[in-house]
Nanobody, 127 residues
Framework: QVQVVESGGGLVQAGGSLRLSCTAS????????MGWFRQTPGKEREGVSC????????YYADSVKGRFTISRDNTRNTLYLQMNSLKPEDTAMYYC????????????????????WGQGTQVTVSS
């Protein structure tokens, strides 16, 4: 059974940084594009970023461009999200997901493109 586990969330002041990690097991990690999503209560889950199977292509939501960086280490089956210049509006539960595809498609931010999901890690940014 595939397992996806996020870590690294926490409480940080506005302007600060966090790095989220996501490990996947029982999965051919380098055969999947990987994504980060976030969700706040009462709102739909939104795509934050996606990275292709070999890290060659990355995509970002406009709201995080220039502040967040997605990366992956296929030797460790691990995905990362470096978050800098955090804002209170970045507060959310952050989820890692493995895509059904090897690359990020034009609809990379659609949750329906992802087959496996973690349980999430909470990020709270105080003002």
């Amino acid at each position: 059974q595939v397992q996806v586990v996020e870590s690294g969330g926490g409480l940080v002041q506005a302007g600060g940084s966090l790095r989220l990690s996501c490990t996947a097991s029982r999965l051919t990690f380098d055969a999947y594009a990987m994504g980060w999503f976030r969700q706040t209560p009462g709102k739909e889950r939104e795509g934050v970023s996606c990275i292709s199977w070999n890290g060659g292509r990355t995509y970002y939501a406009d709201s995080v461009k220039g502040r967040f960086t997605i990366s992956r280490d296929n030797t460790r089956n691990t995905l990362y999200l470096q978050m800098n210049s955090l804002k209170p509006e970045d507060t959310a539960m952050y989820y890692c997901a493995a895509s059904q595809y090897i690359d990020c498609s034009g609809s990379w931010s659609s949750t329906s493109n992802y087959a496996y999901w973690g349980q999430g890690t909470q990020v709270t940014v105080s003002s």
